[in-house]
């Protein structure tokens, strides 16, 4: 049973949003996309975002792909323990396998996101492929 208070990005990232800061991790259909997770880049604790940005990058054995930003923010913590074992993500991407927590700067922006059901609904509309600098990419 997948969380109900997580909200979700157009880009497959979803943010947990707790008073004024937010917990950030990749959806489990992306997920499930990339396969076993292979390599993860994020940056370190005190980056400011904006949202969209760019903040990292993914690998898994099936397809890679860039992480945005969900919300803007600084960057609080990161999840040293996805950084040194990624697989994590696999077993829990929306609990044990978050990225980082934020302060984030406009809590209006989680308007923008989605719930779980328009996300579901958005990813089932794109047949399961992740747009990607400008390419849709099928799994």
């Known amino acids: 049973m997948l969380p109900e208070d997580l909200l979700y990005s ?5 943010a947990k949003i707790e008073g004024n800061e937010a917990y950030i991790g990749l959806s489990h259909l992306l997920v499930k ?5 292979v390599k993860l880049e994020l940056p370190e604790a005190e980056e400011e975002l904006q949202q969209t940005m760019e903040l990292g990058f ?3 054995r099936k397809n890679a792909k860039e992480i945005f930003a969900p919300l803007s923010g600084r960057i609080i913590e990161v999840n040293e323990e996805v950084v040194e074992n990624p ?3 696999n077993d829990d991407p929306c ?3 978050w990225l980082l927590r934020m302060v984030m700067y406009d ?4 308007n923008s996101l ?13 047949g399961g492929s992740v747009r ?8």
Do not use: F, N, Q, T
């Open 10 to 14: 157009e880009d497959h990232e979803w």
């Open 33 to 37: 996309y990339l396969g076993d997770i």
């Open 58 to 60: 993914i690998a898994g």
């Open 87 to 89: 697989k994590i993500i």
């Open 95 to 97: 609990g044990k396998g």
């Open 107 to 110: 809590p209006e922006e989680r």
């Open 114 to 126: 989605l719930s779980l059901a328009e996300y579901e609904a958005l990813w089932e509309k794109s």
């Open 132 to 139: 990607d600098e400008g390419e849709e990419v099928g799994d």
